[in-house]
């Protein structure tokens, strides 16, 4: 029954107009979005179990009985996959019939992952969206331009459903070239720009020369970004540039941040978060279920980014806790002779150096007698080859001293490539950490080893 209720409360939370509804959720006492989040979980498993030929068979195999499940950590050593999205085809988890698609544009396969939804599924993220922007300032009077990618990418879709409900004016420019964006959406006035982080610091980098103009703030969404690079557009626009995080698989956000810009506040009404095993640090891969899809819920999705559970209240006030800022992919942590290395710590490394916070890849590779980390690093600054080694160097030491100590003792190599801006991303996202040691195929198991 108090489940019960606090679903008529979020329901008139995304009913409200975003003022009143931000007011109303901010009274919801945690253990009643707890108390609802277990029943929301309960009937998805079970709809998974009815209608999903992927989870009835699974459950089966595994013999797991639905009806005792109260929470997706009970699943034990279960989860979903994008890998079985992909092999298995969206179709396997369908349990309604879809209105809609959206495909991911990952950075491990080429075969996109399909993933299908209902109008009505588009309509509750849009009102959750809008919701969310308007914590961050966004009212009627706005003027909002997106160049989201709009190509079978959801994110370009649920934003022009939340800003229907907030009733600003509305563009969509596409991704175009940040120049010809500029030029053409400046007659608007846009005062809210929407795109991906590093199409925001390339206009960025045309507005510090030809000129900004008055901003409220940015929005990036679908990657991630170095501090470094939003310092830089926050000092061109003179305004924030917030990040939500997401993934097509979950119909966009998952979380944004708040004016904090500490970690994004997770949507707790519409999915569970878990990160099953996590390091030292707290850190662990996300894995998250869906609560309120009825036309491919995904239960115990691996996120494949790493990332930690944030608790603690925000000083913002917002009732909802975090997921930290995505430190990487897991498919882009490395172990090498540097150490166990991710993209964010070579973020770090570069912190400071070359101002606007150019693209930069990594490809390790095996050397003649030790591994060989190439940093492949855009610039376009005048600052030579060695002085730029000599800086990456002195950050290594004195950000990374374990690093730094394989380093003086040989473990590995540490290479610095310099190339023009724009030299290193070819598609939309770019793998940052690039493992290019040569696998060989481990006899008898079928495992696979690393040749060493
Ligand atoms: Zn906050």
């Not at 980098?205 to 969404?221: D, V």
């Not at 941040?257 to 390091?279: A, I, S, W």
């Not at 608790?311 to 490395?334: H, N, T």
């Amino acid at each position: 029954m108090l489940a019960k209720g606090m679903e008529i409360i979020e329901r008139a939370v995304l009913r409200l107009e975003p003022r009143q509804g931000v007011r109303l959720i901010n009274l919801s006492p945690s253990w009643a979005i707890k108390r609802m989040q277990r029943e929301r979980f309960q009937r998805t498993l079970r709809l998974a179990a009815e209608r999903s030929r992927f989870y009835r068979e699974e459950f089966k195999r595994r013999n797991i009985d639905v009806a005792s499940i109260g929470h997706p950590s009970q699943l034990g050593d279960f989860y979903t996959t994008g890998e079985d999205l992909r092999s298995h085809g969206p179709e396997a988890f369908l349990t309604g019939r879809p209105e809609t698609a959206f495909e991911t544009t990952g950075t491990t396969s080429p075969l996109p992952k399909r993933v299908f939804f209902s109008n009505r599924e588009l309509e509750e993220m849009g009102r959750c969206s809008a919701v969310s922007l308007y914590r961050l300032g966004v009212r009627s009077e706005d003027r909002v331009i997106s160049a989201f990618d709009s190509s079978f990418w959801v994110s370009p879709v649920v934003l022009k459903m939340a800003v229907q409900f907030l009733k600003c004016f509305h563009l969509e420019a596409g991704k175009i070239q940040p120049a010809e964006f500029y030029e053409r959406a400046r007659p608007y006035g846009p005062n809210v720009i929407f795109g991906e982080p590093s199409w925001l610091l390339r206009l960025s980098e045309i507005a510090r020369k030809r000129g900004s103009w008055p901003m409220k703030f940015l929005f990036a969404g679908g990657e991630n970004i170095t501090e470094d690079a939003r310092e830089y557009v926050e000092k061109v626009w003179e305004a924030p540039l917030y990040l939500s995080y997401g993934q097509t698989e979950s119909f966009g956000t998952l979380g944004a941040e708040c004016e904090r810009k500490d970690g994004y506040h997770r949507n707790d009404l519409f999915f569970l978060f878990e990160t099953p095993e996590v390091d030292v640090t707290g850190y662990g891969e996300l894995v998250y279920t869906t609560l309120v899809r009825d036309v491919m819920p995904l239960i115990r999705y691996r996120s494949s980014d790493l990332t930690k559970i944030v608790d603690e209240p925000c000083p913002c006030g917002f009732f909802v806790g975090r997921l930290a800022k995505i430190r990487a992919r897991c498919d882009e942590m490395i172990v090498c002779g540097m150490g166990n290395v991710g993209p964010w710590v070579f973020d770090e490394i570069l912190r400071g150096i070359n101002g606007s916070a150019p693209e930069w890849q990594v490809v390790v590779k095996h050397g003649e007698q030790r591994d060989l980390v190439e940093l492949h690093l855009e610039t376009d600054s005048h600052v030579g080859k060695g002085e730029l080694e000599r800086v990456v160097l002195r950050h290594l030491r004195e950000r990374f001293p374990d690093f730094w100590k394989n380093y003086e003792m040989n473990l590995y190599d540490l290479h610095l490539t310099i190339s023009p801006p724009g030299a290193l991303r070819k598609g939309r996202k770019l793998r940052r950490v690039v493992d290019r040691r040569e696998m060989v195929p481990f006899q008898g198991t079928g495992r696979e080893v690393r040749a060493i």
